[in-house]
């Protein structure tokens, strides 16, 4: 007998089975799934120089990719009480791959938590391994269902929030991941480290091939600094995963070209020298749940 999780699950793809079997297949066994991309992703590593290469990568994450969230944006997510459903070209501004960029968090209020795939497959830390963290009744229900293997457990808002400032603390970032095989929407939000993270690792190894091809996609904020504020202590470089931020000879120095707009750097910052601002010389706007709602409302 099918579970009515399985079946809310799998109803969202309508005709497309061979998209509903892949959703069902991808979070039933999820860790195995992500297990065998990682494995895949080690030789290429080698092959960089395999301009063709591009062509694949981008098939792949016009289908599969993820948005980095500033704290803020994170927040508002995990304090929605009303459905969200943005599924039109003005999300192009904010989730610029071709096929999954559908805005939905139906049934807010309901999270689950579960192990992440990432993070177990790349040796994490046991105690960051249930990190994982699905918004919405659907899949999230399915995850309690059908994933108990990958021990999910219920949260609240608050405690789903306590969860990602807990990972942050230590140096996570806050990412949104998006497929098409699981309805082209968002929904997971997941605490993200370069060491072990497949999305971050995969555009680290596809930049080498080619710098127009990514998975994860910045945040849409730019870093501002009161060097006035600012005593050089370093802390903005130290907390800083892709080296935007470096010491120079009269302090911090910032390369926007690399900065994910992720905010860990304006956390560690004991002396509000930092801040974030829209980044204006981009065209890649926040996953702000303010600007989602003014889209919807104009619809």
Known sequence: MV???????????????????????Y?????????????????LW?????????????FIFNRYHCKVLSAGDA?????????????SEENRKIIPFRYARTILFTDPEFIVVMDCPCKKTLGDKPENIN??????????????????????????QQEALDLIRSFRAKGYITQAFF???TGGSTGIICNC????????????????IDRTLYMSEKSGYSLIRDRNKCKKCGACVEACHFG?????????????????????????????????????????????????????NKQ
């Open 131 to 156: 990190s994982c963290i699905f918004v919405g009744s659907g899949t999230g229900a399915f995850w309690l269902d059908r994933c108990k293997k990958y021990h999910p457990r219920r949260v609240t």
């Open 75 to 87: 927040r508002k997510i995990f304090e929605l009480h009303e459905n969200i459903h943005l599924d």
């Open 27 to 43: 979070f039933a066994w999820y860790y195995p799934y992500v297990k065998f991309v990682s494995i895949v992703l080690k030789p």
């Open 244 to 296: 935007a931020n470096t010491m120079g000879e009269e302090g911090p120095l910032h390369d926007g070209r690399r900065c994910q707009g992720c905010e860990l750097c304006v956390e560690k910052c004991q002396n509000g020298a930092l801040a974030l601002r829209l980044d204006e010389n981009a065209s890649i706007l926040p996953l702000d749940m303010d600007y989602v709602r003014s889209m919807i």
């Open 179 to 181: 497929k098409v095989a």
């Open 193 to 208: 480290h370069p060491d072990t993270c497949v999305a971050l690792r995969a555009s680290a190894l596809t930049r080498k």
């Open 3 to 25: 579970r009515d999780s399985t079946k809310r699950l799998l109803k969202k793809h309508g005709w497309r089975l061979d998209r509903a079997l892949h959703n069902y297949l």
């Open 46 to 58: 080698h092959l960089t120089w395999l301009k063709p290469l591009t062509y694949l990568g981008r």
